[in-house]
């Protein structure tokens, strides 16, 4: 929390690498709550590490497509989702686990919405791609 | 061993759920693998460093995937895992941009 002059971000990443930090506050849990806390936290992170492999097989499975280097902007794109969705499973990991300990609520999080609109709109994006080839290309 | 709390399959489901985490790592890895070999000298290396993570990641978590007492939870391996999986991908990123040039 109050961590002298030292920035969010870097108090946060302090955080996470700090157990007796969080095993400072509060009251220690029923353990079944931990466990629930990791194997959501490893969900996750499997869904980040889905998207970092799906970037590495668009980069090498999809074929030439017509518009220039837009495979490898979709591999990018899904190399970065991937990592992004690693970091805040671990964040979410740590808020989590402070919120148990201290018995208050669990932090809400927008980043499932966000996740889901942003798949479902890649959907979206393919599906139109698929079409467009179907009727016009050939 | 009876504390008053069942544990029941709760530690057994986290090390199964580790071991998932293990082999998708595993798959992530051969895939970067394979994109790195098309990828001459610097491919080689890029392959190198994430063979390396790799190992780095499962010695990690070997111990929390195996065994049959009462699991451990939280500490440093979780964080470490994320970092891994963040270092991954900006390997990833590299021999992507690197098959621009």
């Given at each position: 929390?109050g961590?002298g002059?030292?920035?969010p971000?870097?108090a946060?990443?302090r955080?996470w690498?700090?157990p007796a930090?969080?095993g400072?506050?509060?009251e220690?849990?029923d353990?079944?709550?931990?466990l629930?806390?990791e194997?959501?936290?490893?969900?996750?992170?499997?869904?980040?590490?889905?998207?970092v492999?799906g970037?590495?097989a668009?980069?090498?499975?999809l074929?030439?497509?017509?518009?220039?280097?837009?495979r490898e902007v979709?591999a990018?794109?899904?190399?970065?989702?991937?990592g992004?969705?690693?970091v805040r499973?671990?964040?979410?990991?740590?808020?989590?686990e402070?919120?148990?300990?201290l018995?208050q609520e669990?932090?809400?999080?927008r980043?499932p919405?966000?996740?889901?609109?942003?798949?479902?709109?890649?959907?979206?994006?393919l599906?139109?791609?698929?079409?467009?080839?179907?009727?016009?290309?050939r | 061993?009876?504390?008053?709390?069942d544990?029941?399959?709760?530690?057994?489901?986290?090390?199964?759920?580790?071991?998932?985490?293990?082999?998708t790592?595993?798959?992530?890895?051969?895939?970067?693998?394979?994109?790195a070999?098309?990828g001459?000298?610097?491919?080689a290396l890029i392959?190198?460093?994430?063979?390396?993570?790799w190992?780095?990641l499962?010695?990690?978590?070997w111990?929390?995937g195996?065994g049959?007492?009462?699991?451990?939870?939280?500490?440093?391996?979780?964080?470490?895992v994320?970092?891994?999986t963040?270092?991954l991908?900006?390997?990833?990123?590299?021999?992507v941009?690197?098959?621009?040039?």
């Amino acid at each position: 929390m109050g961590s002298g002059y030292s920035p969010p971000v870097w108090a946060a990443i302090r955080r996470w690498f700090d157990p007796a930090e969080l095993g400072s506050v509060g009251e220690p849990p029923d353990y079944r709550f931990s466990l629930a806390n990791e194997r959501t936290f490893l969900a996750w992170l499997r869904t980040g590490l889905a998207l970092v492999g799906g970037g590495l097989a668009a980069a090498q499975f999809l074929p030439p497509l017509p518009m220039s280097h837009l495979r490898e902007v979709i591999a990018v794109a899904l190399l970065l989702l991937g990592g992004a969705v690693a970091v805040r499973a671990v964040d979410h990991w740590a808020r989590t686990e402070r919120a148990i300990r201290l018995g208050q609520e669990l932090p809400a999080s927008r980043f499932p919405a966000i996740l889901a609109l942003a798949v479902g709109a890649g959907a979206v994006l393919l599906v139109i791609a698929v079409l467009v080839r179907a009727v016009g290309g050939r | 061993m009876n504390t008053g709390r069942d544990a029941g399959l709760q530690p057994e489901r986290t090390r199964l759920a580790w071991r998932r985490t293990l082999l998708t790592l595993t798959v992530v890895t051969a895939l970067a693998v394979r994109l790195a070999s098309a990828g001459g000298p610097t491919g080689a290396l890029i392959a190198g460093v994430t063979v390396l993570v790799w190992g780095a990641l499962l010695v990690l978590c070997w111990p929390r995937g195996t065994g049959t007492g009462p699991a451990r939870t939280g500490g440093r391996t979780l964080p470490l895992v994320a970092v891994g999986t963040v270092a991954l991908a900006l390997l990833g990123v590299l021999l992507v941009l690197r098959g621009l040039c």
